[in-house]
């Protein structure tokens, strides 16, 4: 018995299709190509500048007025003390007015003996400046010789706790003697009185490194040149530049009593020549003039040792 299977065209038309799909290869695209495709071209951000930070106006107020609020206070305490106005101490305005009058032509010169107040300053600034770079230039290399050898801080820390505690006015003979002349006096003056600090506090300096550096340096073979440079200037570099500060006022204050005593250019001398005249308003102005000057000078080298500071 023979059977025979019929179909319809309609499922002849659908298996013609299927084996064609079959024979047609099916294209796989990648993951990372269709990503490509499908995913919308991104733009980065523009990058933006970090926000700034909020200025601080009452901190800033603070620090200018503070300042201006004790000014105001000195010159009241003062304008109530001469309110009376008998001329035995020029008052405020009094003072003033004679400020304008000075500073008006501060470099004037009439001989020798009467020049300006600005003349005054700078000559005094010279003897400070040559006294006191003598003084680092001896003085910073003894600290460092004296913190890095035991012998040699035992022979002389009693020489120095001996001689340092000398008031400056006592060296200034000592100068007139064996130099013959007021100015290498006064800048000798200078030198011996401001050199103390320097050692000090540099000799204490070289003292506290630490001393495991020393035992590192000791493992390298490294030479004493650089141990100094390498190990010893950085970390002794806050205490020497404290030293430094506490020389030149010091070398500052020593100026002002070395000049009334030797005569000459000078701030000192100025100040003296001025009492001698009986005019106290120009010494007023004269020790403002001092302490804005030695304020200047340690503000200078407290940007200095900001500056300078590996911490």
Not at 57 to 65: C, D, H, N, P, Q
Not at 69 to 95: E, H, M, R, Y
């Amino acid at each position: 018995m023979v059977s025979a299977v019929f179909h319809s065209p309609l499922d002849a038309r659908d298996a013609l299709k299927a084996s064609q799909a079959a024979a047609t290869p099916i294209a796989v695209s990648s993951p990372m190509t269709s990503a490509t495709a499908v995913a919308p071209k991104s733009s980065a951000p523009a990058p933006t500048a970090p926000p700034k930070a909020p200025v601080d106006w009452s901190g800033l107020a603070f620090k200018i007025l503070s300042p201006m609020a004790g000014l105001a206070l000195l010159v009241g305490i003062w304008a109530l003390l001469t309110i009376k106005g008998d001329g035995a101490f020029p008052t405020p305005k009094v003072t003033w007015d004679a400020a304008v009058v000075l500073f008006s032509d501060p470099f004037y010169s009439n001989g020798p003996n009467d020049q300006g107040i600005g003349w005054n300053i700078l000559f005094s600034l010279q003897r400070v400046a040559m006294g006191f770079g003598l003084a680092a230039l001896v003085g910073i290399p003894m600290g460092f010789i004296i913190g890095r050898f035991q012998v040699i801080s035992s022979m002389l820390n009693p020489i120095i706790s001996l001689l340092r505690p000398v008031s400056p006015l006592a060296w200034l003979p000592i100068g007139l003697l064996v130099f013959k002349s007021a100015d290498p006096a006064a800048i000798w003056t200078i030198f011996i009185c401001s050199i103390w600090p320097m050692i000090i506090n540099t000799a204490v300096g070289v003292q506290r490194v630490p001393e495991d550096y020393l035992n590192v340096a000791k493992v390298l073979n490294l030479s004493e040149w650089k141990i100094v440079t390498k190990i010893l200037f950085p970390s002794v570099l806050p205490y020497m530049l404290t030293g430094v500060r506490l020389s030149v006022g010091t070398a500052w204050l020593v100026i002002v009593a070395a000049e009334m005593l030797t005569g000459g250019v000078g701030i000192g001398f100025w100040v003296w020549d001025e009492w001698n005249n009986l005019n106290v308003q120009h010494i007023i102005i004269a020790i403002f003039v001092i302490g804005i000057v030695g304020l200047l000078l340690e503000n200078a080298l407290v940007a200095v040792a900001k500056r300078f500071s590996f911490e």
